[in-house]
């Protein structure tokens, strides 16, 4: 069993920064591929990043590409996620998840979540 525990939302006016953070329980965190995806008002869940066991390997979708940074600690238990110039349509509550692979975490989603913390970008 991983539980994991977002912070660092918050409100940010647009083209401002934020880095999410996400501690998991498990001591084998190593071993798992983590990721974040959003959930905008009357939207589905999203993926947005996700990063292989090791940090060698990460993906982003499309609209996050060159402003945000999915990173991680295995000393720590602790997955990232930087984010750069921030836009109104970035407006969500953002998700941390883990999976056993990064491939099936972004086709699939996690087999664990955390409660997730709330982004809000103001115009």
């Known amino acids: 069993q991983v539980q994991l525990v977002e912070s660092g939302g918050g409100l940010v006016q647009a083209g401002g920064s934020l880095r999410l953070s996400c501690a998991a329980s498990a001591p084998t965190f190593s071993?798992?591929?983590m990721g974040w995806f959003r959930q905008a008002?009357?939207?589905e869940r999203e993926f947005v990043a996700a990063i292989s066991w090791s940090g060698g390997s990460t993906t982003y979708v499309d609209p996050v590409k060159g402003r945000f940074t999915i990173s991680r600690d295995n000393a720590k238990n602790t997955?990232?996620?930087?984010?750069?110039?921030?836009k109104?349509?970035?407006t969500a509550v953002y998700y941390c998840a883990a999976r056993t692979t990064m491939t099936n975490l972004r086709r699939f989603g996690g087999d664990y979540w955390g409660q997730g913390t709330q982004v809000t970008v103001s115009s």
């Open 79 to 86: 997955v990232y996620l930087q984010m750069n110039s921030l």
């Open 31 to 33: 071993k798992y591929a």
């Open 41 to 43: 008002p009357g939207k």
């Open 88 to 90: 109104p349509e970035d």
